[in-house]
């Protein structure tokens, strides 16, 4: 049902019943109701009522006029809330007038039959939420917190233009959807998506491609994409710098629409963002962009859960589910126009469609799909994993061996997915007793990307969720074994210490970061071993020392040098967060409903054409693999 915002409105009028103070505002596609009776549109379901009629989410919030300042909410939710909570942190978002609190014991907070929350809500005028702390503190998501709330009154104002676009009237003409394809298309890397209809252009995805400097960026200057300003959203699968290494772009070049994603992504997304400056910068390459075309970018992020149903342009619904990849990763539904004439695109995102130490397998159930876009990077006739608990013996076995015989092992891991995935086999195989606890070194990101697992616990399978939120010793991230390595004279003191231990260090292809460090140093030594789990794509150091390379040139202290490749090599299948080719065949069969159309793409050219014609023999289904920059008419 389209619907303008005036005719939202009326329906609204119509339902309230008079005598109630309120105005009805925008907070992107949601319905914002603010008024100075927040109660009365609590009872006998109103809002649920209002919501059910417009078909759109409803939020209540509550009027300026009732807010105490924040200095003052601050010293009340201290004398409220009992000590017995252990209230860790408070967090002010003026934007939707809400505070969240961060408790220990979120029970003790609310109290008993809520008493405590209404309290506050009576006290404060600010709309509550109560909230377990995570077990390890987030920096970033400290910073995100404390970067909303010295933008509030912008970010308000950027969130009502938003609602606006959305619930613009409609456009006359025929309707038609078409598919673009931008990055990933035959290769890996700089994944980009443009969906465009007769009324919308959304991106989905803006990554970079790891390897190639002259390949680093999606097709920006294709003439669907410019000017920037044009587009209407973008939809972000999942924090990996391939999905959106390149979104800061888009702010350097004056798009100022929204960012949606799950709240880990929002994280993950911003912590690596920053890293990709500090990397190119290190390296001596100049960045594509800046810190603030990264904080602009922040402003117009729109947290999604999964599940929910949001508009995002006047005729493209989506709704976000579980990819099973890493933390917050998505796989993306659109129901594109009127009931009358309409098309479901599933873009898959990077997944995995198996349960892991991590995370749930691959959701599969859509109300409608008539095109899927599947990744394929390991869709090759050959491309075959072991399963998790294989790929866990494999790593255990490795341990025992390595640490046996006195020697250091060392993984160039992704700081999000493949970290948490190793950290926690070798926490249980430490746990155990088979094997002696060695200390276990994460350098680079890691402890970063661990602490905002910790903080976004309902986006981890039930048993770690449970673990994670009680943390009476059974979290593997708090696990004793597991130390930081806090700056470069700490590494160097790593390097030194002649005992065994085991180091998890970034970045996953070896394109930089500390793992260099570790690789310069410990390569040439024949009791060493390197292990990768992850994957490499063509062109990375990664890539080069699988193909077999003897010796590799490094960099140390601006001299190029030699490194002979002395000690052991071990490649872990497995722990990788993409499904192979078994996998991604279930996948598609396991789809309910079956698509129409299926689209291939992050792949390597051949895999790509291989893994399409599997699907098209398999299913009798129309399958491609465009190339990029092709469109296709969808509907």
Same mark, same amino acid.
């Given at each position: 049902?389209?619907?303008?915002?005036?005719?939202?409105?009326?329906?609204?009028?119509?339902?309230?019943?008079?005598?109630?103070?309120?105005?009805?505002?925008?907070?992107?596609?949601?319905?914002?109701?603010?008024?100075?009776?927040?109660?009365?549109?609590?009872?006998?379901?109103?809002?649920?009522?209002?919501?059910?009629?417009?078909?759109?989410?409803?939020?209540?919030?509550?009027?300026?006029?009732?807010?105490?300042?924040?200095?003052?909410?601050?010293?009340?939710?201290?004398?409220?809330?009992?000590?017995?909570?252990?209230?860790?942190?408070?967090?002010?978002?003026?934007?939707?007038?809400?505070?969240?609190?961060?408790?220990?014991?979120?029970?003790?907070?609310?109290?008993?039959?809520?008493?405590?929350?209404?309290?506050?809500?009576?006290?404060?005028?600010?709309?509550?939420?109560?909230?377990?702390?995570?077990?390890?503190?987030?920096?970033?998501?400290?910073?995100?917190?404390?970067?909303?709330?010295?933008?509030?009154?912008?970010?308000?104002?950027?969130?009502?233009?938003?609602?606006?676009?959305?619930?613009?009237?409609?456009?006359?003409?025929?309707?038609?959807?078409?598919?673009?394809?931008?990055?990933?298309?035959?290769?890996?890397?700089?994944?980009?998506?443009?969906?465009?209809?007769?009324?919308?252009?959304?991106?989905?995805?803006?990554?970079?491609?790891?390897?190639?400097?002259?390949?680093?960026?999606?097709?920006?200057?294709?003439?669907?994409?410019?000017?920037?300003?044009?587009?209407?959203?973008?939809?972000?699968?999942?924090?990996?710098?391939?999905?959106?290494?390149?979104?800061?772009?888009?702010?350097?070049?004056?798009?100022?629409?929204?960012?949606?994603?799950?709240?880990?992504?929002?994280?993950?997304?911003?912590?690596?963002?920053?890293?990709?400056?500090?990397?190119?910068?290190?390296?001596?390459?100049?960045?594509?962009?800046?810190?603030?075309?990264?904080?602009?970018?922040?402003?117009?992020?729109?947290?999604?859960?999964?599940?929910?149903?949001?508009?995002?342009?006047?005729?493209?619904?989506?709704?976000?589910?579980?990819?099973?990849?890493?933390?917050?990763?998505?796989?993306?539904?659109?129901?594109?126009?009127?009931?009358?004439?309409?098309?479901?695109?599933?873009?898959?995102?990077?997944?995995?469609?198996?349960?892991?130490?991590?995370?749930?397998?691959?959701?599969?159930?859509?109300?409608?799909?008539?095109?899927?876009?599947?990744?394929?990077?390991?869709?090759?006739?050959?491309?075959?994993?072991?399963?998790?608990?294989?790929?866990?013996?494999?790593?255990?076995?490795?341990?025992?061996?390595?640490?046996?015989?006195?020697?250091?092992?060392?993984?160039?891991?992704?700081?999000?997915?493949?970290?948490?995935?190793?950290?926690?086999?070798?926490?249980?195989?430490?746990?155990?007793?088979?094997?002696?606890?060695?200390?276990?070194?994460?350098?680079?990101?890691?402890?970063?990307?661990?602490?905002?697992?910790?903080?976004?616990?309902?986006?981890? &399978?039930? @048993?770690? =969720?449970?673990? *994670? %939120?009680? $943390?009476? /010793?059974?979290?593997?991230?708090?696990?004793?074994?597991?130390?930081?390595?806090? &700056?470069? @004279?700490? =590494?160097?003191? *790593? %390097?030194? $210490?002649? /005992?065994?231990?085991?180091?998890?260090?970034?970045?996953?292809?070896?394109?930089?970061?500390?793992?260099?460090?570790?690789?310069?140093?410990?390569?040439?030594?024949?009791?060493?071993?390197?292990?990768?789990?992850?994957?490499?794509?063509?062109?990375?150091?990664?890539?080069?020392?699988?193909?077999?390379?003897?010796?590799?040139?490094?960099?140390?202290?601006?001299?190029?040098?030699?490194?002979?490749?002395?000690?052991?090599?071990?490649?872990?299948?497995?722990?990788?967060?993409?499904?192979?080719?078994?996998?991604?065949?279930?996948?598609?069969?396991?789809?309910?409903?079956?698509?129409?159309?299926?689209?291939?793409?992050?792949?390597?050219?051949?895999?790509?054409?291989?893994?399409?014609?599997?699907?098209?023999?398999?299913?009798?289904?129309?399958?491609?693999?465009?190339?990029?920059?092709?469109?296709?008419?969808?509907?």
């Amino acid at each position: 049902m389209r619907l303008t915002f005036r005719e939202i409105k009326d329906k609204i009028t119509k339902m309230v019943p008079s005598g109630i103070t309120y105005e009805v505002d925008l907070e992107a596609a949601s319905i914002a109701i603010v008024t100075t009776e927040p109660a009365r549109f609590e009872k006998d379901g109103l809002t649920g009522r209002i919501s059910k009629e417009i078909k759109r989410r409803v939020e209540i919030r509550p009027d300026p006029s009732l807010l105490v300042s924040i200095e003052d909410a601050t010293d009340a939710i201290r004398n409220i809330i009992p000590d017995a909570a252990l209230v860790q942190n408070i967090w002010f978002d003026p934007a939707i007038s809400m505070v969240v609190i961060e408790c220990r014991d979120p029970g003790e907070g609310v109290g008993k039959r809520g008493a405590h929350l209404k309290k506050l809500r009576d006290e404060i005028g600010w709309s509550v939420r109560i909230e377990r702390a995570a077990p390890l503190a987030s920096k970033t998501a400290r910073d995100i917190h404390r970067f909303r709330l010295e933008n509030a009154e912008e970010r308000k104002q950027i969130l009502r233009r938003f609602g606006t676009n959305i619930y613009r009237p409609k456009r006359p003409g025929q309707e038609w959807v078409r598919l673009t394809a931008l990055g990933s298309y035959r290769e890996v890397g700089r994944t980009m998506h443009l969906v465009t209809t007769n009324e919308s252009r959304v991106l989905v995805d803006c990554g970079a491609k790891p390897g190639r400097e002259s390949e680093w960026m999606p097709y920006f200057d294709a003439p669907e994409v410019l000017p920037p300003e044009k587009l209407d959203a973008v939809v972000i699968t999942h924090a990996h710098i391939d999905h959106i290494g390149m979104l800061p772009v888009l702010y350097k070049y004056n798009y100022r629409g929204p960012v949606y994603c799950t709240p880990p992504t929002r994280d993950l997304m911003t912590m690596l963002q920053m890293d990709f400056i500090k990397v190119a910068q290190a390296e001596g390459r100049t960045p594509p962009y800046a810190l603030e075309d990264i904080q602009e970018m922040m402003k117009h992020v729109v947290d999604v859960e999964w599940g929910q149903i949001t508009d995002i342009s006047p005729d493209i619904k989506m709704t976000l589910h579980n990819a099973g990849h890493i933390l917050g990763s998505s796989s993306v539904h659109m129901h594109i126009g009127e009931e009358s004439k309409h098309h479901n695109i599933v873009f898959s995102g990077d997944i995995k469609y198996e349960k892991s130490w991590l995370y749930e397998a691959a959701h599969v159930r859509f109300p409608r799909v008539e095109t899927l876009v599947i990744e394929s990077t390991y869709g090759g006739a050959n491309s075959f994993q072991p399963s998790r608990l294989e790929a866990t013996q494999e790593l255990h076995d490795l341990l025992k061996r390595s640490l046996a015989r006195g020697g250091k092992l060392f993984f160039p891991v992704f700081a999000v997915g493949r970290s948490q995935e190793v950290m926690v086999a070798i926490d249980q195989l430490f746990k155990s007793g088979e094997c002696e606890p060695v200390t276990v070194w994460v350098d680079g990101m890691i402890t970063e990307a661990t602490a905002i697992h910790a903080s976004h616990p309902n986006y981890l &399978n039930a @048993e770690l =969720r449970k673990s *994670v %939120l009680k $943390d009476d /010793g059974t979290n593997p991230f708090s696990s004793k074994w597991f130390r930081r390595v806090e &700056n470069r @004279e700490h =590494r160097e003191g *790593v %390097l030194r $210490d002649p /005992g065994s231990c085991i180091v998890l260090a970034t970045s996953g292809m070896m394109t930089g970061g500390p793992i260099v460090e570790y690789l310069k140093h410990w390569a040439p030594e024949p009791l060493n071993t390197l292990c990768f789990v992850g994957y490499q794509a063509e062109g990375t150091l990664g890539r080069k020392l699988q193909a077999g390379s003897a010796s590799v040139p490094l960099s140390d202290s601006g001299v190029t040098t030699m490194v002979e490749m002395n000690c052991d090599m071990v490649i872990i299948d497995g722990f990788s967060g993409h499904s192979d080719r078994r996998q991604l065949m279930d996948y598609v069969s396991q789809m309910n409903p079956k698509p129409r159309l299926v689209i291939c793409h992050h792949g390597d050219e051949r895999i790509c054409a291989e893994f399409s014609k599997a699907i098209r023999e398999t299913f009798r289904v129309r399958c491609t693999a465009p190339r990029n920059l092709e469109t296709i008419r969808l509907s």
